[in-house]
């Protein structure tokens, strides 16, 4: 398992974080497998979607603050239980699958850290899993 380190710079955002992921499928050497992408956050998310248009990662930062504003009324005393709340919407973690030793997306797609509780440095733990073709096919 491979831990990347992303620094965000505002309170909600989504950050690519595709290239990263790539390079550490590649060093893996796995051609063909399952590549898992795990956020160990509770204030933050992993999602795919768009990446060739940076206006859809703002305007989907800009959905989910008008859909769980920052003010509640919230119980929770640490003030960011929109955060918790827009990070359960996502999810902390995506499965990709693996071929010819890159990832399976689709033309558009891209992976991004979602926060909502920034800026801070956040972990994302990348586990690349052969799934034993080249061992069945012998």
Same mark, same amino acid.
């Given at each position: ?11 909600? &955002? ?16 796995? $051609? ?8 160990? +956050? ?9 990446? $060739? ?10 959905? *989910? ?10 119980? +929770?005393?640490?003030?960011? #239980?929109?955060? +918790? ?7 902390? #973690? &995506? ?11 689709? !033309?558009? &797609?891209?992976? *991004? ?19 034993? !073709? ?5």
């Amino acid at each position: 398992m491979e831990v990347l380190k992303v620094r965000t710079g505002r309170r909600t &955002q989504l950050l690519d974080v595709t290239v990263a992921v790539e390079r550490t499928v590649a060093e893996s050497g796995v $051609a063909t497998g399952v590549c898992y992408v795990f956020v160990p +956050h509770t204030t933050a998310g992993v999602m795919i979607n768009e990446h $060739a248009d940076p206006d859809v990662a703002t305007d989907l930062e800009g959905v *989910f603050d008008r859909l769980v504003p920052h003010s509640g009324p919230y119980r +929770h005393a640490e003030g960011n #239980s929109d955060s +918790h709340a827009k990070a359960v919407m996502v999810g902390a #973690s &995506q499965m990709i699958f693996v071929e010819k030793g890159k990832l399976a997306l689709g !033309t558009w &797609q891209g992976i *991004f850290l979602c926060e909502f509780d920034g800026p801070r440095e956040r972990k994302i733990w990348v586990k690349v899993v052969d799934d034993g !073709t080249k061992e069945r096919r012998k």
